[in-house]
Nanobody, 125 residues
């Protein structure tokens, strides 16, 4: 299971940190990711990072969030985070955390096995 929290209403330029708690599976082995879905749009992958069985670090960021968002994981605590800085109105969406049994991170939602319930992020202009 995944449980996400940390969303809210902020103004343009402010920051939020999303958290996601994992349970019921071997968190370390899974690649993890954050997705978001705005009304009327498809769910899009915004960031993901590899599991420990993948040698080295492989992290992906969608172009629109590069240099503003930072994904991180705390394996001993089974936690996943997304630090979001310099938020823009176009970042408004429901944000989902996800975990894939593949160690190599994927940008594609069908590759993920576990999903959090989603947390709303609203950025006002």
């Amino acid at each position: 299971q995944l449980q996400a929290c940390g969303g809210g209403l902020v103004q343009t330029g402010e920051s939020l940190k999303l958290s996601c708690a994992a349970s019921g599976f071997t968190f370390d082995d899974y690649s993890i990711g954050w997705f978001r879905q705005a009304p009327g749009l498809e769910r899009e992958g915004i960031s993901c990072v590899n599991g420990i069985s993948w040698r080295g670090d492989r992290t992906y960021y969608r172009d629109s969030v590069k240099a503003r968002f930072t994904i991180s994981r705390d394996n001993p605590k089974n936690m996943l985070y997304l630090q979001m800085n310099s938020l823009k109105p176009e970042d408004t969406a429901v944000y989902y955390c996800a975990a894939s049994r593949f160690a190599i991170p994927s940008r594609q939602a069908p590759d993920y096995n576990y999903w959090g319930q989603g947390t709303q992020v609203t950025v006002s202009s």
